[in-house]
């Protein structure tokens, strides 16, 4: 199967910055979808950003030009960098990858980002 571990979280002050990891094992091959969504409290889950075979990327509106997702397949581990955030990004990130060897998704357990002043 496919486990997913994410670190990097935290508390930080509206402006800052913070980087996201996300390191996969199992059966990973690096045409499988990657990505992070997030879900704060109150809301549905929602995509933030994703990376799929070929290395093309897709972003929420909300994020684009502030986050950037990256993908190392040697490590088998995709980054989010989160810069110029706000209150409103405030949520637990979520690491999702869809393995095409199981035809299968999978999540970590998530990380809380908090905005915060």
């Known amino acids: 199967q496919v486990q997913l571990v994410e670190s990097g979280g935290g508390l930080v002050q509206p402006g800052g910055s913070l980087r996201l990891s996300c390191a996969a094992s199992?059966?990973?091959?690096?045409?499988?979808?990657m990505g992070w969504y997030r879900q704060a409290p109150g809301k549905e889950r929602e995509l933030v950003a994703r990376?799929?075979?070929?290395?093309?990327?897709n972003y929420a509106d909300s994020v684009k030009g502030r986050f950037t997702i990256s993908r190392d397949n040697a490590k088998n581990t995709v980054y989010l960098q989160m810069s110029s955030l706000k209150p409103q990004d405030t949520a637990v990130y979520y690491c999702?990858?869809?393995?095409?060897?199981?035809?299968?998704?999978?999540w970590g357990k998530g990380t809380l980002v908090t905005v915060s002043s």
């Open positions: 999702y990858l869809h393995s095409t060897y199981y035809g299968a998704d999978y």
């Open positions: 199992g059966s990973i091959f690096s045409i499988d979808p």
């Open positions: 990376v799929v075979s070929g290395g093309t990327t």
